[in-house]
């Protein structure tokens, strides 16, 4: 089983709705979630972390996580069409913070 | 506030030369990690520099080898390289001792394109 996996998609939601993006991951103790946005041929963007479990909220983006049952999510409310984009999932353990794993990511189109 | 730098933005080499690449961290920032990122995937840890040592390592073999300097920029070189190399490398700064809730930011990538 990998570390961390994801749904390729692509996800396709109209411009105004919620989009939920999910990640499941390989239980190995304390864990940090990091969520990225990545846009074709850029670099990844970093635009949410949790470790806790429960709701984290940054604007119109909202990270979730249920670690008894070892997934952690993604939404965005009010999706825009430049929020387009590929999202990765990343985790790290505080036995070996050092490394991130990621998971293959999810394609987002929001169409106007 | 610079942010992570890389160079070159792209770069196209034949098989069985070698490459260098070169990042620069985020200002504060004194760790850095290299990933490797094929097209349609995540990307993939190649190892990480902390007080000039490598810290950890992915499964890649010794033809990546790196290097970080005092001023806590980093290297990565790619020696013999193989049509499979081909993907976008990107450099990670975080800082050091910030636990498992440290942040990793990316630079802009450099796209190696091997022929």
């Known amino acids: 089983q990998k570390e961390v996996e994801q749904n390729s998609g692509p996800l396709s939601v109209p411009e105004g709705a919620i989009a939920s993006l999910n990640c499941t991951y390989s239980?190995?103790?304390?864990?940090?979630f990091f969520w990225y946005r990545q846009y074709s041929g850029k670099s990844p963007e970093l635009i949410m972390f949790i470790y806790s479990n429960g709701d984290k909220e940054d604007g119109r983006f909202t990270a979730q996580l249920n670690k008894a049952s070892q997934y952690v999510s993604l939404l965005i409310r009010d999706s825009q069409p430049s929020d387009s984009a590929t999202y990765l999932c990343?985790?790290?353990?505080?036995?070996?913070?050092?490394?991130?794993?990621f998971g293959s990511g999810t394609k987002l189109n929001v169409k106007p | 506030d610079a942010g992570v730098t890389q160079s070159p933005t792209h770069l196209i080499k034949t098989r069985g030369q070698q490459v260098t690449l070169r990042c620069s961290p985020k200002?504060?920032?004194?760790?850095v990690s290299w990933y490797q990122q094929a097209l349609g995937q995540g990307p993939q840890f190649i190892f990480q520099y902390y007080e000039e040592e490598e810290r950890q390592r992915g499964n890649f073999p010794d033809r990546f080898s790196g290097h970080q300097f005092p001023n806590y920029s980093s290297e990565l070189n790619v020696n013999a390289l193989l049509l499979g190399d081909s993907a976008l490398y990107l450099c990670?700064?975080?800082?050091?001792?910030?636990?498992?809730?440290?942040?990793?930011?990316f630079g802009p990538g450099t796209r190696l394109t091997v022929t």
């Open positions: 200002s504060g920032h004194d760790t």
């Open positions: 239980d190995r103790g304390s864990q940090s």
């Open positions: 990670a700064s975080s800082s050091g001792t910030g636990g498992a809730g440290s942040k990793q930011y």
């Open positions: 990343a985790v790290n353990w505080e036995y070996n913070f050092n490394k991130f794993y």
